[in-house]
Each structure stands twice: as C-alpha cells, then as structure tokens.
T-cell receptor, first 113, second 111 residues
Framework: NAGVTQTPKFQVLKTGQSMTLQCAQD?????MSWYRQDPGMGLRLIHY???????DQGEVPNGYNVSRSTTEDFPLRLLSAAPSQTSVYFC????????????FGSGTRLTVV | EDKVVQSPLSLVVHEGDTVTLNCSYE??????LLWYKQEKKAPTFLFML????IEKKSGRLSSILDKKELFSILNITATQTGDSAIYLC???????????FGTGTRLTIIP
C-alpha cells in the first residue's frame, strides 16, 4: 500500500516550458486535490476532483489544468510555466470523511527560471 | 469563502516550555477543524475536531474547539526540539471535502 505517490520530487523549468506533475493513489479514494505551498501562505487549493471524470477549480487555478480519467490518477499540467509558479506542490486524496484520512503525497519542489 | 487565520506566525521558545497555538475560522456549514504538523515534507495529521468531539489529547499535545467563538487552540507541553515544525490548521464543510488552510505557525524549540 503506497498511499499517494507524486513524481517528480524536484524539477527545474524554463519560463514557457510545459510539464505534468504526476499523482497516483492506491487507496480507492474518490476525492483528490492539488495544493501549492509558498512561504507564509499555507497550502492553497489549485484544483480538485470528487471522482473520475469530475474536476473543479480551487482558490488558485490559473495556469494549471487537470483531468481525472481514472480513480487512481490525478495529473496536474502546467501549460506555460511562469516564475510565479515556483512553489512546492502537494497532491492529496481523501475517502470523504470530513478530513479524516486525508493523505498527502511527499511533494514536488518546482523552480521556474 | 472559508477563512482560516492562525497566530502567531512564528514562535521561538526554550525546550521544556509550554506553547499555545491559535486558529480562528469562518466557514459556512462547518464540519471539522484539523491540525497538522509539517516538518520537511508533507503535513502529517494530528487531530480532527468536530461538533461532537471538541477536545482531543495525545501525549503532550492537546487541542480544543470552541464552536461558539469559532476558534481552536493547540497546546504542547514540555516542548522538545522534535516539536520544531510548522503547525497548520484547516477546516472543512459539509458541502465538499476541501481543506482550507491557515498560513501556519512556525514553531522553533531552542535546546
């Protein structure tokens, strides 16, 4: 049982490049989400999904796309990276119990130069 | 929109001291208030407080929820250097499963 797996752990991009952050969970959780964490800002919700085929925007969605074709996977795409997207990104999944059982991935540290 | 405010933003104390971290929240249709500890990696779960469970304790850590005044506190007694971390609180509502986080409190314990 691996929990939530994020790849890569570190990435450096040039401005304008695109990339996909991968997230997979093996707990059969319906709810998955992406957060970014910046110094002094806590974790802010980017996008979330309540099940396969269903996604919605969070607090800071601009510049990011998501899709949810399977229950297990929830990739986050940066279409044209900007320095403002330099951050630590966390993927999380939940069984839908009001926060109980929320599981976070180990994070991806992204630097855009 | 949900709003979660934590104070202080940072705190430096000596080993053995007791600390109190604060979290106030504004949320429609409140469901739960959660506390997390974050060291170098992902947040790790500490407590969940709800309308039916307003007080939790685990070893030197304890937390209470004041449903009327809409705040929670996290107490750590006899602090140790291993308690140094960012402490995050977050709330959820019954409309969805989203966690809304505060900015966190960075706690540093000096030996």
């Amino acid at each position: 049982n691996a929990g939530v797996t994020q790849t890569p752990k570190f990435q450096v991009l040039k401005t304008g490049q695109s990339m996909t952050l991968q997230c997979a969970q093996d707990m059969n959780h319906e709810y998955m989400s992406w957060y970014r964490q910046d110094p002094g800002m806590g974790l802010r919700l980017i996008h979330y999904s309540v099940g396969a085929g269903i996604t919605d925007q969070g607090e800071v969605p601009n510049g990011y796309n998501v899709s949810r074709s399977t229950t297990e996977d929830f990739p986050l795409r940066l279409l044209s990276a900007a320095p403002s997207q330099t951050s630590v990104y966390f993927c999380a999944s939940s069984p839908g119990q009001g926060g109980l059982g929320y599981t976070f991935g180990s994070g991806t540290r992204l630097t855009v130069v | 929109e949900d709003k979660v405010v934590q104070s202080p933003l940072s705190l430096v104390v000596h080993e053995g001291d007791t600390v109190t971290l604060n979290c106030s929240y504004e949320v429609t249709n409140f469901r739960s208030l959660l506390w997390y500890k974050q060291e170098k990696k992902a947040p790790t779960f500490l407590f969940m407080l709800t309308s039916s469970g307003i007080e939790k304790k685990s070893g030197r850590l304890s937390s209470i929820l004041d449903k009327k005044e809409l705040f929670s506190i996290l107490n750590i007694t006899a602090t140790q250097t291993g308690d140094s971390a960012i402490y995050l609180c977050a709330d959820t509502n019954f409309g969805n499963e989203k966690l809304t986080f505060g900015t966190g409190t960075r706690l540093t314990i000096i030996p």
